[in-house]
């Protein structure tokens, strides 16, 4: 089976920097787009940026030039450098990954969330 692990979230003062990591394991084929999305109370799940196996990147407009994503795909990992957040930057944090696992179809998988709080 595969597992996505996400690290990094907490609380940070508007204007400040975190950055979230996720690591794919298990029994992987292939990685295709990896990507975070997020959830804030009372509102539906959100993309926040996307990254493709080659580095292709895409980012919702509210993050654009705030946040970057990247990826090791020799580790399996996706980061996302979040810089000057806002409070409305308040979420709970999903990492999803595009991945193959032998004799199967390609999937999506997501991590347990990490909840980032922006507030001062």
């Known amino acids: 089976q595969v597992q996505l692990v996400e690290s990094g979230g907490g609380l940070v003062q508007p204007g400040g920097s975190l950055r979230l990591s996720c690591a794919a394991s298990?029994?992987?084929?292939?990685?295709?787009?990896m990507g975070w999305y997020r959830q804030a109370p009372g509102k539906q799940r959100e993309l926040v940026a996307t990254?493709?196996?080659?580095?292709?990147?895409n980012y919702a407009d509210s993050v654009k030039g705030r946040f970057t994503i990247s990826r090791d795909n020799a580790k399996n990992t996706v980061s996302l450098q979040m810089n000057s957040l806002k409070p409305e930057d308040t979420a709970v944090y999903y990492c999803?990954?595009?991945?193959?696992?032998?004799?199967?179809?390609?999937?999506?998988?997501w991590g347990q969330g990490t909840q980032v709080t922006v507030s001062s």
């Open positions: 999803n990954a595009h991945i193959s696992v032998t004799f199967q179809a390609p999937r999506h998988y």
């Open positions: 298990g029994s992987i084929f292939s990685i295709y787009a």
């Open positions: 990254i493709t196996s080659v580095g292709s990147t």
